[in-house]
């Protein structure tokens, strides 16, 4: 059965770090793409960052480039985000999923549900 779990989240003041992890069980993530998502209250969900697992390849959305930073452990099944100098405007409910592509400047998900860990919960504020 794939799982995704997603840990890490908090909240933070403006300018402080966090570090998520999403680590997989029931497949490996060798050879998948992976992303990070979010969905802030009454906004839609968008693609933050992805990597190639396979080759480590990155893509960041424009909002946290030069702040946020993928990186995987193979060994450990398992993608991390760290986040640095974050705002108010970062907080949201993240996610982490397999199977996404990134296709007309942005990144895309999966639309199978099964494919998605349940989020996990940033909030920066003061």
């Known amino acids: 059965q794939v799982q995704l779990v997603e840990s890490g989240g908090g909240l933070v003041q403006p300018g402080g770090s966090l570090r998520l992890s999403c680590t997989a069980s029931?497949?490996?993530?060798?050879?998948?793409?992976i992303g990070w998502f979010r969905q802030a209250p009454g906004k839609e969900r968008e693609g933050v960052s992805c990597i190639s697992v396979s080759d480590g390849t990155t893509y960041y959305a424009d909002s946290v480039k030069g702040r946020f930073t993928i990186s995987r452990d193979n060994a450990e099944n398992t993608v991390y985000l760290q986040m640095n100098s974050l705002k108010p405007e970062d907080t949201a409910v993240y996610y982490c999923?397999?199977?996404?592509?990134?296709?007309?400047?942005?990144?895309?998900?999966?639309?199978?549900?099964?494919?998605w860990g349940q989020g996990t919960q940033v909030t920066v504020s003061s």
């Open positions: 029931g497949f490996t993530l060798d050879n998948l793409g």
């Open positions: 999923a397999i199977y996404v592509t990134v296709a007309a400047g942005r990144i895309w998900g999966p639309r199978d549900d099964n494919y």
